[in-house]
C-alpha cells in the first residue's frame, strides 16, 4: 500500500471513528507489518480510494475492526457491497464490534449488519481504547454466519485482547 492511499484511508477513518475506535497515524500504519492485519480498499474511476475493510484473520475466525465509506460515497451501497465481497471470500466465521442499540444511528448499523446475516451476540463485551487517554467502550459482538457460543466467544475475546489490544488478561 503506497503512502498516498494510506493517508487517504486514514482520512476517511478520521473521517469515520472516534479517537477511542481508532489509532494514531502511525500506530495505524505499524499494523500494515503485522501478518494478521490487512486493509481492503475500493477504489472509484478516478482511482481515488472511496471505502476501505480493515481487519484482522486469525486461524480460527476473521475481526473487522474498520469499516468505512469516504462522506462522497455514502449512501451508495459501497460499504454493503464491500462486507458482502468480504463475507463471500471467508470460510472462516467473521466477528466486528458495534454500539450498544440505544441511539437510533446504532440500531441502523446493526440492522445494516443483521441484513448482510451477522447475529447479535448479548454477552457482556469492552472494547479496549486504541489510544491512550481515551476510555474504553462497552459495545456488543456481532458474528456471522451464526451466533457464537460462550466457549467461541471467551476464546474469541482473548484473541482479540492479545493481538488487537495488546492486552493480556489474567482470567479469574
Do not use: C
Request: no cysteine; hydrophobic share 35%.
Amino acid at each position: 500500500m503506497n503512502v498516498k492511499e494510506f493517508d487517504t484511508i486514514f482520512e476517511i477513518m478520521q473521517d469515520s471513528f472516534p479517537a477511542y475506535e481508532r489509532r494514531t497515524y502511525d500506530g495505524q500504519k505499524e499494523l500494515l507489518n503485522d501478518p494478521y492485519y490487512r486493509i481492503i480498499s475500493k477504489v472509484n474511476d478516478t482511482n481515488q480510494v472511496v471505502a476501505f475493510i480493515a481487519v484482522w484473520e486469525f486461524p480460527l475466525f476473521r475481526f473487522v475492526e474498520h469499516i468505512a465509506v469516504s462522506p462522497a460515497g455514502r449512501g451508495s451501497g459501497i460499504g454493503g457491497k464491500l462486507m458482502s465481497d468480504y463475507i463471500e471470500e471467508s470460510q472462516k466465521p467473521i466477528i466486528l464490534e458495534v454500539e450498544l442499540p440505544d441511539t437510533n444511528l446504532a440500531e441502523r448499523r446493526i440492522g445494516f449488519y443483521e441484513r448482510l446475516g451477522f447475529k447479535l451476540n448479548h454477552f457482556k463485551y469492552i472494547q479496549p481504547s486504541l489510544q491512550k487517554g481515551q476510555p474504553d467502550v462497552p459495545l456488543k459482538v456481532m458474528s456471522y454466519p451464526q451466533m457464537l457460543t460462550e466457549e467461541e466467544f471467551t476464546l474469541y475475546e482473548d484473541i482479540l485482547y492479545t493481538n488487537v489490544y495488546k492486552i493480556h488478561r489474567v482470567q479469574d
